[in-house]
């Protein structure tokens, strides 16, 4: 699911891009297999370029990345994290609407 606008976190590089980055940070942990995860997918892409800059949009593969699936207790997918000063400050667990995940990262701006 890569994406220009969506930044794909791992293992690896999670905690250096949460604190790099200003604003809410919106965390799409998914899968492949998933079929909510492949209806969320587009409207995360659109809700990106229409932030654009003002609260970033990143993803999570679970199954690529077990360490963060644990570090925070993911048990359905879709589940949608909003990150702020690298803490959790909201989540949505599957599947949305457009409007109420635009909504999710609203509340965190400014």
């Known amino acids: ?3 220009a606008d969506i930044l794909t976190l791992n293992d690896t590089n999670f905690d250096e891009q949460l604190t790099r980055l200003a604003g809410p940070i919106l965390v799409d942990f998914w899968a492949a297999w998933c079929g909510p995860c492949k209806v969320v997918a587009p409207l995360i892409e659109e809700l990106a370029r229409e932030f654009d800059g003002r609260a970033h949009m990143a993803q999570v593969n679970i ?5 963060l699936v644990n570090r925070f207790g993911i048990r359905s997918i879709p589940t949608l994290l909003v990150f702020k000063g ?3 400050v909201d ?4 599947a949305a609407p457009k409007e109420r995940i635009r909504r999710l990262v609203e509340r965190h701006l400014g």
């Open 91 to 94: 989540q949505l667990v599957g």
């Open 1 to 3: 699911m890569a994406n």
């Open 63 to 67: 199954d690529e990345n077990g360490d």
């Open 86 to 88: 690298g803490k959790v």
